[in-house]
């Protein structure tokens, strides 16, 4: 890719994506806490940044609380200041299912468009489908992460976006049966 041509971006979750926080501890050693969390990391995170943060900017956007995600942030990311922005959940828009009578977060990427960055250009990684409902052509959805040692999911996931970055149109390109590689 030209240098000349700016990195698109790349949105990560946090939980069941990256890492996986429980109040009780796993029989496997926890990585770091938060408050009293323990919280897991996803095995290949660390070279899963290191890999996507070649050839795309990053930003977090979490529906947790906004000091629980810069306290993930911080353990995460060696440098943090390499972040386009971290988001919680005042980012996040709630919205209300009527058939469940639950109340969900959703993150809505008019707010990325606001700050500056044109859709075509940008990824968001998630676990919950239902927090990319107003723009599934921008997800990248993986299985959620419970704890698992033996996750494969962002040793694949990393060759696959590398391969989606030189796109100028990221979103025309159909990306939902991109994990059907392993099952
Ligand atoms: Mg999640």
């Known amino acids: 890719m030209s240098s000349s041509i700016k ?16 109040g009780m501890p796993l029989e496997c050693r926890h990585d770091f806490r938060v408050g009293h969390y323990y919280v897991y990391k996803r095995p290949h995170v660390d070279s899963f ?12 956007w979490s529906s947790s609380t ?20 971290c988001w919680g959940r ?11 009578q639950s109340s969900y977060w959703i993150k809505d990427l008019k707010k990325v468009k606001r700050a500056g960055y044109d ?20 997800a990248v959805y993986v299985r959620p992460f419970a704890g698992d ?8 996931l990393a060759p696959y976006l590398l391969s989606l970055a030189a796109f100028p149109n990221m979103r025309r390109i159909e990306k939902r ?3 059907l590689r392993s099952l």
Not at 66 to 85: I, W
Not at 149 to 156: F, G, V
């Open 7 to 22: 990195k698109p971006l790349l949105i990560l979750d946090l939980d069941e994506t990256l890492i996986h926080a429980v």
């Open 49 to 60: 940044l290191a890999t996507v943060s070649t050839a795309f900017q990053l930003a977090v």
């Open 66 to 85: 906004p000091d629980y995600v810069a306290t993930v942030v911080t353990q995460l990311f060696k440098d943090d200041g390499q972040l386009q922005f």
């Open 90 to 100: 005042d980012r996040c828009t709630p919205r209300y299912h009527p058939e469940w």
């Open 119 to 138: 859709l075509d250009r940008v990824l968001i990684v998630d676990d919950t489908p239902r927090k990319l409902e107003r723009n599934y052509g921008n």
């Open 149 to 156: 040692q033996d996750d494969e999911e962002l040793q694949y």
């Open 177 to 179: 049966n991109w994990g």
